[in-house]
């Protein structure tokens, strides 16, 4: 489990591409520091397992093909700066909210509009994950825990249903969203109390 405190920015170093899935060697000097074989680590939001640590300062990691299709992991090449957050200790403060690191779905960035001291971002977000969204409540894009602070529909019909996020200046300095331009591709993962609510409710 996760809190979608983001701990640091790392950098993809090495993309290895194997059948129906990728080994990725991911840099991270904070998350690695105490890392072991086995241990799980958000990486954009994606929750994914240590296999070696590499110079003290990387990780290796295997990705699966569902993953690689599910996520935006598949578009990361060498370079590519990422999310990382380690799992979170059972004595540690919950500074965002319960993020499993199981990706619901992607989204597109459409839109940023920049104000002096924060930035509204919004995002496309898939028809079937739409009705897990409200407003002032939490949603975790690319492994950041965030407050949905909007949410409507595109007239024009595609892409319809949206919502938007206010970055504070931590967020835009510290995250990869702070500076990602429109038509990036984002992992979103909703709140898992409401999938449970709506899966009780059918069973009723």
């Known amino acids: 489990m996760f809190t979608g405190i983001v701990e640091e920015l790392g950098e993809i170093v ?17 998350v690695t520091s105490d890392a072991r074989h086995g241990d799980s680590i ?8 240590v296999v070696d640590i590499v110079d003290g300062d990387s990780f290796t990691t295997d990705v699966m093909g569902e993953t690689l299709s599910r996520s935006s992991i ?10 990382l957050e380690r799992a979170a200790a059972v004595d540690s403060r919950l500074g965002g909210h319960i993020v499993q690191g199981h990706v619901d779905g992607t989204g597109v960035i459409v839109s940023r509009d920049p104000q002096e001291n924060w930035e509204v971002v919004r995002v496309s977000v898939p028809e079937a994950l739409a009705r897990y969204i409200v407003e002032k409540g939490s949603i975790t894009i690319d492994g950041i825990s965030l407050t949905v602070s909007g ?13 938007e996020v206010s970055l504070i200046p931590t ?3 510290l995250t990869t969203l702070g500076t990602a331009p429109v038509g990036t591709t984002v992992n979103l993962e ?9 899966r009780l409710m059918q069973h009723r």
Do not use: H, M
């Open 42 to 49: 958000a990486v954009n939001g994606v929750c994914l397992t």
């Open 190 to 198: 909703v709140d898992i109390i409401a999938k449970y609510v709506e």
């Open 171 to 173: 967020t835009r300095e």
């Open 14 to 30: 090495a993309v290895e591409p194997l059948a129906d899935a990728a080994r990725l060697r991911i840099r991270g000097k904070l």
């Open 74 to 83: 598949g578009k990361l090449d060498v370079g590519s700066r990422v999310n």
């Open 151 to 163: 949410i409507g529909a595109d007239a024009t019909g595609e892409d319809r249903d949206w919502l």
